[in-house]
């Protein structure tokens, strides 16, 4: 009787960490990344790539997913493991829900660490590759990579 008592505080407690670690990812997206991908994830064509409305397509293949953590500016970043961890879930989530795949998996901190140590040399070539594989499975992302072009 007593757990039943217990079971509104246990998933308020639950809800509150969740909401914390939304509101700490948002903190280190401000600090770390909103310099150049802009408070929007917008960034600047041409120089930043913009995350907002896209980044999510990555997340359609393996290499991409590795692709996004490899990259210079996450795989050298001050931050910990588990706080690039909470930013990546918190920005893919926030900026880019609806490219996301059906299957997505958030991002974990093992899977983070291990990614950080091999950082992508080309990041620029890199990604053009892997846009293009995932654009040929992915409809939506084609129709955006044919627009950019014009």
Not at 134 to 147: D, G, S, T
């Amino acid at each position: 009787m007593a757990a039943l008592k217990l079971a509104p505080l246990i998933l308020l407690a639950i809800g509150t960490a969740a909401l914390a670690d939304d509101h700490r990812a948002k903190v280190n997206y401000q600090i770390h990344c909103q310099g150049c991908h802009l408070p929007d994830a917008s960034g600047f064509p041409g120089k930043v790539p913009r995350m907002n409305d896209f980044v999510g397509y990555f997340l359609h293949s393996r290499e991409g997913r590795e692709f996004l953590v490899r990259v210079p500016g996450v795989s050298a970043s001050r931050m910990s493991d588990e706080a690039i961890t909470e930013v990546m879930n918190w920005l893919v989530k926030t900026y880019s829900a609806e490219q996301l795949p059906s299957t997505f998996e958030p991002f974990t901190v093992s899977e983070v660490a291990v990614l950080r140590e091999q950082r992508e040399n080309d990041p620029e070539r890199t990604r053009m590759r892997i846009l293009q594989t995932i654009a040929a499975n992915v409809p939506e992302l084609a129709a955006e990579l044919a627009q950019a072009e014009q």
